[in-house]
């Protein structure tokens, strides 16, 4: 089992940038593929980024290519999504999950492919 809690959300100003944290305790952290996902209001849940493992991969959604970045510290169990120019169509409910499989593919972007999540954290941008 892994238990999951994420933080960090919070309310900016479009422009404005955002550091995501997530603490895993449980498993074995560093045989675990990361990711968050969000979700808006009426909206399904959407990948947003993950990371693999080791921490050499890494995979954006095309709406925040560029402007969020993934990074994992498998001494701490923590994985980050610090999240620069921050856009309103970035707000929603940001997700952290773990997937006990390393295979990425096209299932890596369903949430249910993930094994375990956080409680969610929210990001409110105003414009």
């Known amino acids: 089992q892994v238990q999951l809690v994420d933080f960090g959300g919070g309310s900016v100003q479009a422009g404005g940038s955002l550091n995501l944290h997530c603490v895993a305790s449980?498993?074995?952290?560093?045989?675990?593929?990361m990711a968050w996902f969000r979700q808006a209001p009426g909206k399904e849940r959407e990948f947003v980024a993950r990371?693999?493992?080791?921490?050499?991969?890494?995979y954006y959604a095309d709406p925040v290519k560029g402007r969020f970045a993934i990074s994992r510290d498998n001494a701490r169990n923590t994985v980050e999504l610090l999240m620069n120019d921050l856009k309103s169509e970035d707000t929603a409910v940001y997700y952290c999950?773990?997937?006990?499989?390393?295979?990425?593919?096209?299932?890596?972007?369903?949430?249910?492919?993930?094994?375990?999540w956080g409680r969610g954290t929210q990001v409110t941008v105003s414009s």
């Open positions: 999950a773990a997937d006990r499989r390393s295979i990425f593919n096209t299932g890596s972007f369903d949430p249910s492919r993930y094994d375990y």
């Open positions: 449980g498993d074995t952290f560093d045989m675990l593929a």
């Open positions: 990371i693999g493992a080791s921490g050499d991969f890494k």
